[in-house]
């Protein structure tokens, strides 16, 4: 009994459970349109965790409502226990948080090094570029070009790539695939498991479920701007008609 | 073959001397503008009357501080800068997400009143303010005398629009501005504090006006009239270097000076007005001007 009620008082932070983010009740709009209405999921620590849905659903207004970028919002994001929910997006990024657009958000005027070195560290321990060159090796021969000059899927690494230096640990990934030739998913897919498994917790938003069927350790499925069904990795298999209905393909 | 195009000598390094002393002051103030546009949007159109305080703060440092050039070369910048940041922070800030137009009329209107105020002060005739002892004097070339001071405000401009130009083009922090010209959102959402970086930006551009206007104030007199008397041409100079480009308007301002000294020499009549036929004859050919991107 002692035991039980020592074990009980222990801070939340120290648990291994206790999730890394917690959105509760989150809302956002866009003017007047009311796009979240009552966002809630968590994710714990080195979970890579995805928000499926179609188009026009909320999943990259959660990602931009987490980072602080959108016109309006109410509710709840804790973020390791403190609420973010009504701070700026650079004070946001500099908890820890680190977002990669589904546009990539490359900059034209900044040649692909500068792009690479943009985002300041917010915490200690970001990946070295040695290693992040190690991951995407086409970056390292392109430094001195135009952002805007790679390729697609170059420029989608290098988007990926900069936030990994930060020491961020919370990556929010807004469809990383989209448009992107069949290989160069393949070795984005490689390339998020290889984060997982260095210990980056991960929110992904995407619309190929069989892409984040390879990735993920749980799915959202978010309609008309809130989570209407959850699944676990395993549980995708058994689920994939429910699933088709849902996203619609 | 001075005697053919029967033009001495003398009149045309005279006036190509003052061509470039005029485009010197043309770079700097555009420069301000440039840097200033592509963060802000706002066509700075008060940034005379930012200059007009430069020369002023040299003019009342000195009459009631004792404060001499040199000092003041870096407390008007400062003191005007910081006049410049407090407009950004209690004005400018409100008008970011409108039409160009807003901020064009808003920074008019200032120009306006800081110029009626110290005309109101000081009367519209100029006041002296006297050339440092230490370039007093001049060196004869042969060819044409050189007036120390003007020596030194070219190469004083041409050094600080350079430096300008390396921040901005080869640093980290003009990285960040470039950065923030193109993608705001996404610059503050990696952690940088862009509301303060505008702020900075907007006081780095007036403190530019500032510095040239003390330059200016032992050339030209110090009036409260001398930022509107330049501000015209200094526009037509950032429409034809293209708006947002940094060396473009550097590059631009010199040449323009030049080319108006030139037209003094072979065509007065045409001297005041030859800068905006370039402009319009820019505006037709290149709309976005010699050095600017298509937005």
Known sequence: MADNLARDTRPVAATTAAPMLEVKDLNAWYGESHILQGMAFDIRPGEVVTLLGRNGAGKTTTLKSIMGIVGKRTGSVLFEGAETASLASNRIARLGIAFCPEERGIFANLDVRENLLLPPQVRPGGMSVETIFELFPNLKERLASQGTKLSGGEQQMLAIGRILRTGARLLLLDEPTEGLAPVIIQQIGATLRRLKAEGFTILLVEQNFRFAATVADRHYVVERGKVVDHFQASEIETSVDKLRNYLGV | ?295
């Open chain 2, 1 to 295: 073959m001075f005697e053919l195009l029967g033009i001495s000598p003398q009149a045309l390094f005279g006036q190509l001397l003052i061509g470039l002393i005029n485009g010197s002051f043309y770079a700097m103030l555009s420069l301000g503008l440039a840097v200033i546009f592509g963060l802000l949007n706002i066509i700075n159109f008060c940034h005379g009357a930012l200059y007009m305080m430069g020369a002023f703060v040299a003019w009342f440092a000195l009459k009631h501080l004792g404060l001499g050039y040199w000092p003041s070369l870096i407390v008007a910048p400062i003191v005007v800068g910081a006049f410049g940041m407090v407009l950004e922070r209690s004005m400018l800030r409100h008008l970011y997400k409108l039409d160009h137009i807003y901020g064009l009329l808003l920074t008019f209107g200032l120009a306006l009143v800081i110029e009626g105020v110290f005309r109101n002060e000081f009367g519209a005739s100029g006041l002296p303010y006297g050339i440092p002892p230490t370039l007093s004097g001049g060196q004869n070339l042969g060819f044409m005398f050189l007036p120390n001071y003007r020596a030194w405000v070219i190469v004083a401009s041409l050094g600080v629009c350079l430096a300008t130009w390396y921040v901005i083009e080869r640093t980290k922090l003009g990285a960040y501005l470039r950065a923030a010209t193109e993608n705001p959102t996404l610059v503050q959402a990696f952690g940088i504090n862009v509301p303060r970086m505008i702020t900075l930006t907007y006081g780095l551009g007036v403190a530019l006006a500032a510095l040239a206007g003390v330059l200016a104030a032992p050339i030209y007199q110090v009036s409260p009239l001398m930022g509107s008397n330049l501000i015209i041409v200094v526009f037509a100079v950032v429409v034809i270097g293209g708006m947002g480009s940094i060396l473009g308007s550097i590059i631009t301002g010199f040449a323009l000076g030049v080319v108006e000294g030139l037209t003094k020499v072979f065509y007065p009549e045409a001297s005041s007005t030859v800068i905006f036929i370039v402009m319009a004859i820019v505006l037709l050919i290149r709309p976005t001007g010699l050095f600017g991107r298509a937005h």
